[in-house]
Nanobody, 124 residues
């Protein structure tokens, strides 16, 4: 069983930066594919960034490519999302997700564990 706790959300002006963190509990963190998703009011949950297990690849939604960076620290059991050049359309609740040995990080239905979410609000 894995528990995920996000932190780092808040209110920021357009063009600013935020860093989200997700702390995981449970063993074998390095065997988990980790993802960040977001959900704005009235919209479906969408993929933002993913990092596959075992030192594999990172993936990004086109809308955040070049602005967001996902990284993980297996020793600390954390995954982070550095968000730069934020835009009002980035406003959403951001969720951390995990799946052991996951190979398809872009689909939310592939994940087994989810955090409670953290609000990110970007003002214009």
């Amino acid at each position: 069983q894995v528990q995920l706790v996000e932190s780092g959300g808040g209110l920021v002006q357009a063009g600013g930066s935020l860093r989200l963190s997700c702390a995981a509990s449970g063993p074998f963190f390095s065997t988990y594919t980790m993802g960040w998703f977001r959900q704005a009011p009235g919209k479906e949950r969408e993929f933002v960034a993913g990092d596959t297990w075992g030192g594999g690849r990172t993936y990004y939604a086109d809308s955040v490519k070049g602005r967001f960076t996902i990284s993980r620290d297996n020793a600390k059991k954390t995954v982070s999302l550095q968000m730069n050049s934020l835009k009002p359309e980035d406003t959403a609740v951001y969720y951390c997700a995990a799946v052991q040995y996951g190979s398809s990080p872009k689909s939310p239905e592939n994940y087994d564990y989810w955090g409670q979410g953290t609000q990110v609000t970007v003002s214009s």
